[in-house]
């Protein structure tokens, strides 16, 4: 598949927004409902976080035919390109979210270290709807729908709760405080069944409209990536009540983790998929 590179960077640097949003929004609740991460943690999971999207970045160099080309997308910004704001707001959140790294690990809490943090947590949020505005094209008409950005944007914290949470045990936040990521599992879980339900109608209307039929395999993966979510939702959420002793740790999560991800990248495989079908 051609569009593979795009695949991979499209559900990971989605997916690394999302968690650090997650991370921010867990700090910030109320003390009985927040999760305490100690300064040191907190550079870990940055650190982590910003590996895995430069591993994205790394594998969307791979689709360009001549990646020394790549700064040429700055131009696009003169008639505010969609793909040249992509890539500036992913550098932007890269560049600062490095920063915040750096003035964490310093223990450095003045002006200029808010004002990075702040944009970092901003960006983290633009970046998410900069990705998927690429794709909300009208020379496709089965991706010229709000549906698009839902799909995106949803797909980020649907594995951004699962990967934070791998981070967070890791890195050695305490097991016992990650009880209180249940609820955010069950939101995410009930929110993604209800969005793919919804999704498949509008999708269905589209394809009726426009006389085209799915493919069994699309359909097929479709179902997997529903049934791989509920899976991997499910198990961690089932684990969180078990006793102390057996409780979340990182395999379970690992793998409960790379469900997710494995369905979000089956998701994203039918979605460039269907720009093939308008051309059939």
Not at 126 to 150: D, E, M, R, S
């Amino acid at each position: 598949m051609h569009e593979l590179p795009l695949v991979i960077f499209t559900v990971f640097a989605q997916a690394v927004a999302a968690s650090f949003v997650i991370l921010e929004l867990l700090q910030r609740l109320p003390s009985k409902y927040a999760l305490v991460v100690e300064r040191q943690q907190r550079v870990s999971i940055i650190f982590l976080l910003l590996c895995l999207l430069g591993l994205s970045g790394a594998a969307a160099l791979t689709h360009l035919g001549l990646p020394l080309r790549a700064p040429n997308v700055l131009f696009g910004l003169a008639h505010l390109s969609a793909m040249s704001v992509e890539i500036v707001t992913v550098s932007c959140f890269g560049f600062f979210l490095t920063g915040t790294l750096f003035f964490t690990w310093r223990g450095i809490t003045n002006t200029v270290s808010k004002v990075c943090h702040v944009a970092a947590l901003v960006l983290a949020f633009l970046q998410l709807i900069a990705i998927a505005n690429v794709y909300y094209l009208n020379t496709v008409p089965l991706w010229a729908t709000g549906w698009t950005w839902v799909n995106f944007i949803a797909s980020g914290f649907i594995s951004g709760s699962l990967m934070i949470a791998l981070l967070f045990i890791v890195t050695g936040v305490q097991r016992h405080s990650l009880k209180k990521m249940v609820p955010v599992w069950i939101f995410t879980v009930v929110m993604s069944l209800l969005l793919s339900a919804a999704y498949s109608f509008h999708l269905a209307d589209l394809l009726s409209i426009q006389h085209i039929e799915l493919p069994r395999w699309m359909i097929a993966m479709q179902i997997i990536r529903v049934i791989l979510i509920v899976c991997a939702f499910g198990m961690c959420i089932a684990l969180a009540f078990v006793s102390s002793k057996t409780s979340l740790n990182v395999p379970s999560v690992f793998v409960a983790t790379l469900m997710v991800i494995s369905a979000e990248l089956c998701g994203r495989i039918v979605f460039y998929e269907l720009s093939v079908l308008n051309h059939l």
